[in-house]
């Protein structure tokens, strides 16, 4: 898996693009996600821990966590919008430029939340402010992936796409790492009263931070040749989301189905467990502390399942674990209700570190060698922002929901999570894979 001279010229004409440039793509990728995803990610912290309180008071403690995870739910619902304008616009003006522009959008929100009045100060103003500031963080987030996966795959030699995309992918498990622990510094500095008058808010302002350090490595980026190429021929697509809708549908709904399980599981595992435990068990930490210790494995797990789907293709390992996560779903929570916290870590080491970044982890590459050159960013973004839309930002909410429904008993969630998986189990079976045509045939030629 390491990223040598030699490796990188025998799948490229020499010149086109250097080895540092390379680097700088990946790091780009990296970091650019990582701040993207932290922001996101806070804000499921928080509507875990803490929104529910701060802007929901008057509602009972069903009703605000329901509000809360409502809230978090509207970004992922304008992922999708924001997908639909970043891949319009990527596919005629290029990547680099809109994911510019997605970086700083996402740290203005998350910066702009932690100074927000709490509904104590402004009242209902303060949740119309929550909202619309989530629901900008959702815009940023669906012009980010697409531009960021597509930035460093189309740099990749074909051999090396899967791990050239996991770096996309690793920063996900990075934000993730960044916000928990962010908020679990918080929570161990301040004491219970403090955290929640302002404790709460300086992992949002540290945001601003972070996003200078992204936007300097980022800016020094260039879009791929073959799609600067495609510019200077005049072949860039005018209207490509329509485009990519009327000749490009199934693979719109395979990318879609890909995401289901992928992100319901996810979403379930590291948001909604929080405030599980914590109203089931009354622990507060075991859920954190195990978050901190899969998203940093994350970091070393992403790229080994990139790397390994260049060896023996994407279908096989996303197939696999998405039949695995239908069955996994139901212990985990018998385990949650019953099971010693000591070992969540684990349990979630099973969970996130294997059966969800293995499904995560070949993405960036596979989602877009689903689609042509001209379409790319249309077509990956609306697969990828819908899907998350219907596998993750519901997830908390409807899990809230049927665990009322089922009279305290998680067995609807489970059945839920089960559902997912199998959708996207049979997408796995339906998606191309290049990746297994070129192991079989060394010979195949580089294009996409």
């Avoid at 161990?188 to 300086?202: H, L």
């Avoid at 409807?398 to 429904?405: E, F, K, N, R, V």
């Amino acid at each position: 898996m390491v990223l040598n001279q030699s490796a990188l010229e025998q799948e490229r004409p020499s010149g086109q693009i250097r080895l540092r440039d390379k680097k700088r793509v990946l790091s780009s990728a990296f970091v650019g996600t990582t701040i993207e995803w932290y922001d996101f990610y806070l804000y499921g912290m928080a509507s875990a821990l803490i929104f529910n309180e701060q802007f929901f008071p008057e509602a009972s403690a069903v009703a605000g966590i329901l509000a809360s995870f409502a809230t978090f739910a509207v970004g992922f619902l304008a992922r999708p919008l924001g997908g639909i304008i970043s891949g319009h616009l990527g596919d005629r003006i290029g990547r680099k430029k809109l994911l510019v522009f997605s970086l700083l959008t996402m740290g203005i929100a998350s910066t702009l939340i932690g100074v927000l009045p709490t509904y104590a100060t402004a009242g209902t103003a303060a949740v119309v402010g929550l909202v619309l500031l989530r629901l900008l963080q959702g815009l940023s987030a669906g012009a980010e992936w697409g531009g960021s996966a597509l930035l460093s795959v189309e740099h990749a030699p074909r051999k090396m796409r899967g791990l050239f995309g996991s770096f996309t992918q690793v920063g996900s498990s990075a934000g993730m790492l960044l916000a928990t622990g962010a908020f679990a510094i918080s929570q161990a500095v301040f004491s219970t009263e403090q955290f929640s008058a302002f404790g709460w808010r300086i992992p949002f302002l540290l945001s601003a931070v972070l996003v200078a350090v992204g936007l300097y490595i980022r800016l020094g980026v260039e879009d791929a040749p073959e799609f600067r190429k495609l510019q200077s021929q005049n072949k860039v697509e005018r209207s490509p989301v329509r485009e990519v809708l009327r000749n490009h549908p199934r693979a719109v709904l395979v990318t879609i189905g890909l995401r289901l399980g992928q992100i319901g599981l996810y979403v379930l595992l590291t948001v909604y467990v929080i405030g599980y435990l914590a109203e089931r068990r009354g622990d507060n930490s075991s859920a954190l502390t195990s978050i901190l210790i899969v998203s940093a494995i994350g970091l070393a797990g992403g790229p080994f399942w990139g790397w390994l789907s260049d060896k023996i293709g994407r279908r096989r390992i996303a197939l696999t674990s998405a039949i695995a996560t239908c069955i996994f779903i139901w212990p985990f929570f018998w385990f949650l209700d019953h099971g010693p916290l000591v070992l969540l870590p684990l349990v979630m080491f099973v969970g996130v570190s294997i059966l969800h970044d293995s499904m995560y982890g070949v993405q960036a590459a596979w989602f877009a060698e689903q689609f042509p050159l001209n379409v790319r960013y249309s077509g990956v973004s609306l697969g990828y922002q819908i899907g998350a839309v219907l596998g993750g930002g519901l997830t908390p909410f409807i899990a809230a929901s049927l665990l009322q429904l089922g009279n305290g008993g998680p067995w609807l969630i489970c059945a839920y999570i089960t559902v997912l998986a199998a959708l996207s189990a049979v997408a796995a079976a339906a998606a191309k894979d290049p990746a297994r045509e070129y192991v079989q045939d060394k010979n195949l030629p580089d294009e996409f």
